[in-house]
């Protein structure tokens, strides 16, 4: 099946400083969206990127949907400690039951 | 609007007992439920998936079953658990036939087993 790479697998970073990861694919996907995890929490998206190039942002997240399709990044501004968490990348084809994710990445944010 | 309930939020059980978590969807009709495995610290993994009552598709060959016996229930169940099923459960929901809207997760089940 289509397999993702994430990376980086985690991060440590000081408040205040900029964040980006990303996310490739050996195949093309229709939707890519990423997902952040607090703690003990189930995944919550944070954006969802439909067409190839497209650039969408939210709030201090930024995120592009490559025009390949078989990539996307994830960029967070100005990072905060609430910004602590596990994030995903996911792509999803036509079918709505096949949404692989990546493996995450642990984004740790020091006072 | 759309509410997913996942319970318990915890369990600790031991090793060859029985096991079932529940998940059930409020606010919509027919949606599609998956329950994924997180291990420690890893990604998410795919375990079952239901696209009606009694429909269920699974990912991976392993020690657990699935059972939607209602639209919007999905239970996770296994007869015997092993140590290797440790791990936080997480439920999720789809609108079906739409697709590019990603799943909705319920807040998870945090499974030890001793």
């Known amino acids: 099946g289509q397999q993702l790479n994430q990376s980086p697998q985690s991060m440590f970073i000081q408040e205040g400083e900029d964040v980006s990861m990303n996310c490739t694919s050996s195949s093309i996907f229709n939707t890519w969206l990423w997902y952040k995890q607090d703690p003990g929490e189930g995944p919550v998206l944070l954006i969802a990127l439909y067409k190839a190039g497209e650039l969408t942002s939210n709030g201090r997240l930024t995120a592009q949907f490559g025009i390949t399709r078989k990539d996307s990044f994830l960029n967070i501004s100005a990072s905060i400690p609430s910004d602590v968490g596990i994030y995903f990348c996911a792509g999803q084809s036509l079918n709505n039951n096949d949404m692989r994710f990546g493996a995450g990445t642990r984004l740790t944010v020091k006072p | 609007s759309q509410t997913i309930h996942q319970w318990p939020a915890t369990l600790v059980q031991p090793v060859g007992s029985p096991l079932s978590l529940e998940c059930t969807v409020e606010?919509?009709?027919?949606?599609?439920l998956y329950w994924y495995r997180q291990a420690a610290g890893r990604g998410l993994q795919l375990l079952f998936y239901?696209?009606?009552?009694?429909?269920i598709s699974s990912e991976v060959p392993q020690n657990l079953s699935a059972s939607r016996p209602q639209d919007r229930q999905f239970i996770l169940s296994s007869k015997k658990l092993l140590l290797s099923d440790s791990g936080f459960y997480l439920c999720?929901?789809?609108?079906?036939?739409?697709?590019?809207?990603?799943?909705?997760f319920g807040s998870g089940t945090r499974l030890t087993v001793v």
């Open positions: 999720a929901w789809s609108v079906e036939h739409r697709a590019g809207y990603g799943y909705t």
């Open positions: 606010g919509t009709s027919n949606p599609n």
């Open positions: 239901s696209v009606g009552i009694g429909q």
